[in-house]
């Protein structure tokens, strides 16, 4: 596939999600926090029927970015854990999976907040 269209398919995709979390804010009386949880237990599940495979050979970041590639890099990890450790691998591998995306995530929030003031909106 041509990077053109690897761009075309990330776009469409991460554009449809964003569309439907927008839907969603706009027609039910759903908060974000909970459209985030759905999106995030969407990535879960498609990952772990495995489907989410299959979506992000197609979409790449498009699906892998939004909050449904979180959740879908847990059950992975969870998986693996599981496979190499037993049991007690379920615990830690999606934590393991999931540490360097949310430890860069906490250390770059951190530095935005140093460099930048924050102020309320008027």
């Known amino acids: 596939m041509s990077i053109f269209l690897r761009y075309l398919a ?4 991460g554009g449809l999600v964003c569309l439907i979390g927008q839907l969603l804010i706009n ?8 459209i985030l949880v759905i999106f995030l237990l969407l990535g879960a599940f498609l990952e772990a029927i495995g ?3 299959y979506i992000e ?3 790449g970041a498009g699906i892998t970015v939004p909050i449904t590639g979180f ?5 992975r990890g ?32 951190f530095l935005m907040s140093v460099i930048f003031k924050a102020r309320t909106k008027t």
Do not use: D, Q
């Open 27 to 34: 027609t039910t009386k759903m908060t974000s926090s909970r």
């Open 71 to 75: 959740g879908a890099t847990l059950v």
């Open 51 to 53: 489907v989410f495979k």
């Open 78 to 109: 969870a998986l693996k854990g599981l496979s190499e450790k037993g049991l007690i691998g379920v615990l830690y591998g999606g934590i393991e999976a999931g540490a360097a995306g949310l430890g860069s995530a906490i250390l770059f929030g």
């Open 57 to 59: 050979n197609f979409a």
């Open 10 to 13: 990330a776009f469409a995709v």
